[in-house]
DNA sequence: TATGAATGAGAGTTCATTCAT
DNA sequence: AATGAATGAACTCTCATTCAT
């Protein structure tokens, strides 16, 4: 009995703090972090503003913890598409069309992520930037290392082209229509990408 | 007598407007445009806080007096340096190379822009399209349309490359260490967007 | 259990609010809208600086607020007191008598009125005779009507005249030395006025 | 010639004061002494800030100063009307007639006295009546005293009289409509006025 | 005499955070 | 666990006043 009031306690609370995240996304994504208001979240949420602080302790630790979420998902949403393949030609298409895609299905999210990274606030860049050091090593060693290993791209240092390679996912996937829609086709940036690496 | 009093009286009010952009600069860069603070602003020209509001009436107007600037500056400098060059080919290695140049010359002004472009205020981002305009239509005719008609790119339709280019060149200039180092070098970034539009 | 709790709040809620308006009452009253100190009022009531904004969006709405509550009450009473009598004529020296003693009681509400009425700011002028058109309604039609239909009052128009009457009230009422009382008696006014509608 | 200059001089210097005045005038009436604006009123007589402290050593000895002329006005044009009749009953009605006659012609001085009578500055205040001291004595001697001894009127004391006359003139002649029509007939009031006087 | 750039105290308002319930 | 009334520091912006020219 016991046990299970613990575990229905346990899904109360995993639910809210749920519903808060999700709340603080879309209003992060609307309004930037310091323009965001805690407020509006907690209403969005359908709880009230004090609820907020028993979940995480500051705006700030709010959107750190945002922060986590996304790259986990991120990160575990590209490695698995760029899995399907193989070839690191193919995996290189993929990883961009992946990224593409993930940026198009959570937006608001995405744009978090590309607001903290050309943001102002060094500290938050930091912290992106160790949170989404799987992905670096992971587009560092299973794609671009097997690409030279394999013949297949110029022989490049991969820890600087994974980071080149991040950085023109970043730029030309955050380029979105009111709408929603990119700019720029994923297509073009890898072929162009490719281009670039291939001997 | 009267005349050149006149132009002194100029001057002074030249010389403050200037002394505020540039703390301004310095401070937006910083701060970003949510918390940067009017106050360190006007302290750090060495004025007290009332003054800016005798040149600009307010914090959001003085941001875009500051835009207006840094795009008339940017654009000049880089029509400047590509200009130099008649070939497309070297005149897209010169768009790079001139651009990685402002961002480190003028890294406070840079990162105003890149923050707004990928900040979440809309309002900001369209005014900043509108200053850039010149810029985009400089690439798009003066390098693209060049190198197709002379048959060195692949047939791309100008517009869209040229904001491709723009993407490109923004995301990857702004990455910077704390020394304002870029992580990229401008050469590498254009020997990959050439490879992209070589036949 | 949860009901009780509910009240306990609004009690609370109410209790604030009525402090709120105490004190903005007698701040109003002592420097009129524009030098009326926000700070003052809250510091006044017992509480801190935001909470006014907790409770009224702006000092303009505060303000409204008080005057809402000011012509309700003043109304009221006026009516309450009229109404003891039957005779028109009766009623007309109750008027006064009544108006002179609730700016008597109410000196600081009262004056808020006056300095309205008499200020620059159409838009709070209209808002107060909106506010108070009851009391010209019942005017018009509980005394001036009735003491023409019975024949004690000149053939005189009900809504002028009611207008007449209310800027005698107010001019003269308003009239008080540095304790409080009134420079004139209401029963020289409601005399002289008298003498005037009488045949 | 010296002296024609020094004439020339003080011409120059009253014109300024002058402009400075009738600029003050409108704007202290428009938006009453706490929200009049000293840089519109500079602008609006055609000159800078700076200007008026030249003339007045602030704001509120502007408005003092303003106050004193209108005063000034104000009673000559009423006694001079006044004593067009020698019959109390003729000036009683000519002084009704008088008074809204000049609140029409100057309606915004008019105002601005309105406001500060039955504004909160009680130093504002106390000024008004002192330069009103002479209409005071005025009404008091030459037309209710005198109406008094040649028993046309009740034997009322002159001064508090006068006091009630002078409230029930500013109180009735203030109300205008938007375009400055007073919304009461002087012949009406002082028909009431009368009615209330004679024995 | 007239100017207007500079000042800086002070205003209303916002909002992340606390804590008693 | 959830609430929301209260807080008060911090902010942008206003404007009467000063003073060097």
Known sequence: MARIKQTDRQQILDQTRRRLLEAAADEFARAGFSDANINTISIAAGFSKGTIY??????????????????LQHIAFIQEQVLLESDPLLRLERFYQAGFDFVT???????????????????????????????????????????????????????????????????????????????????????????????
């Open 54 to 71: 028993n979940y995480f302790p500051s705006k700030r630790a709010l959107l750190l913890a945002l922060v986590d979420e996304i790259a």
């Open 105 to 199: 299905a959570s937006l608001p999210r995405a744009r978090i992520l590309f607001n903290l990274i050309n943001g102002s606030d060094e500290k938050f860049k930091a912290y992106v930037f160790i949170a989404y050091q799987p992905m670096f090593n992971f587009v560092a060693n299973e794609i671009l290392a097997r690409g030279v290993e394999q013949g297949q791209f110029r022989l490049v240092e991969p820890a600087p082209t994974a980071m080149l390679l991040m950085t023109i996912y970043l730029g030309t996937a955050s380029q979105r229509n009111d709408e929603g829609q990119a700019w720029l086709d994923p297509a073009q940036v890898s072929a162009l990408v490719l281009h670039g690496l291939q001997k």
